[in-house]
């Protein structure tokens, strides 16, 4: 029996996480996987764990359930994905950080697309980066 477990990175661009397949639709950034997130190359229940920082808040809220869907549908059952999405302090100020992005989401409407998962913790935090930077992302915490 194969012990390895199949851990996904999606959207990683240049910042893989360690120790995870790193999957972005961007072959510039030198993915291990070049793929849509919308449409994931594994099975269904195919992948022990999900990660994904600031993603979310590059799709509209239709593409957002897609992906919400999608992760759902390649993740093992009792399994965990972890989700990080900026909201930043305003709409105007996310937008001009990065011109794709697309929403900013409120905790409710995040929750609202997770229904599906067994556990789920969605949470608007606020905390620093460095000493002196304020940050504002939703933290979300997933298990199938």
């Known amino acids: ?6 851990k996904i990175d999606i959207g990683c661009g240049l910042n893989k996480k360690e120790g995870f397949i790193g999957i972005d639709l ?5 993915p291990d996987i070049v793929a849509s997130a919308f449409d994931l190359p594994f099975e269904n229940e195919g992948v022990d764990e999900i990660y994904s920082s600031h993603l979310v808040e590059h799709f509209s809220p239709d593409e957002a359930k897609l992906f919400f869907d999608e992760i759902y549908r390649v993740l093992k059952k009792g399994c ?3 989700l990080k999405i900026d909201k930043d302090w305003s709409k105007k100020r996310l937008f001009k950080k990065d011109p794709t992005h697309k929403y ?6 995040i929750f609202d697309m997770v229904k599906n998962f067994s556990q789920k913790k969605v949470k608007d935090k606020i905390y620093f980066f460095k000493i002196y930077q304020p940050r504002r992302k939703i933290f979300v915490d997933l298990i199938k």
Do not use: F, L, Q, V
Request: charged share 45%; glycine share 0%.
């Open 1 to 6: 029996m194969n012990e390895d477990k199949i």
């Open 26 to 30: 961007n072959s510039e950034t030198h």
């Open 80 to 82: 965990p994905a972890d």
């Open 104 to 109: 900013r989401y409120t905790e409710k409407e």
